[in-house]
């Protein structure tokens, strides 16, 4: 059982920055797979940023060049640092893990989920 706890929201205006922290109870690097993911009210949860199993990371496209996930092994954190925020950028922002037991298999755990909201 993989715990997440997430850290960093909070309200900014649009234009500013947060960087949101995911705390994991175990390693971060493979076979788990960390991700962020958001939910806006009345929408789906979707993806923001995700590492890959093959070390490489993916992006929402509305997020390309404004957000950057990025890890420390060490501290088994991973951080999502959102810049040039949107007040369409909106959401609980909840960290994902999937903790691969085979070359498809995965068990999935998800944080509680942090609130950002961004207006002015």
């Known amino acids: 059982q993989v715990q997440l706890v997430e850290s960093g929201g909070g309200l900014v205006q649009p234009g500013g920055s947060l960087r949101l922290s995911c705390a994991a109870s175990?390693?971060?690097?493979?076979?788990?797979?960390m991700g962020w993911y958001r939910q806006a009210p009345g929408k789906e949860r979707e993806l923001v940023a995700t590492?890959?199993?093959?070390?490489?990371?993916n992006y929402a496209d509305s997020v390309k060049g404004r957000f950057t996930i990025s890890r420390d092994n060490a501290k088994n954190t991973v951080y999502l640092q959102m810049n040039g925020l949107k007040p369409e950028d909106t959401a609980v922002y909840y960290c994902?893990?999937?903790?691969?037991?085979?070359?498809?298999?995965?068990?999935?755990?998800w944080g509680q989920g942090t609130q950002v909201t961004v207006s002015s």
């Open positions: 994902n893990c999937k903790a691969y037991t085979g070359i498809l298999a995965y068990n999935e755990y």
């Open positions: 175990e390693n971060i690097f493979s076979p788990n797979v």
């Open positions: 590492f890959t199993r093959g070390r490489s990371t």
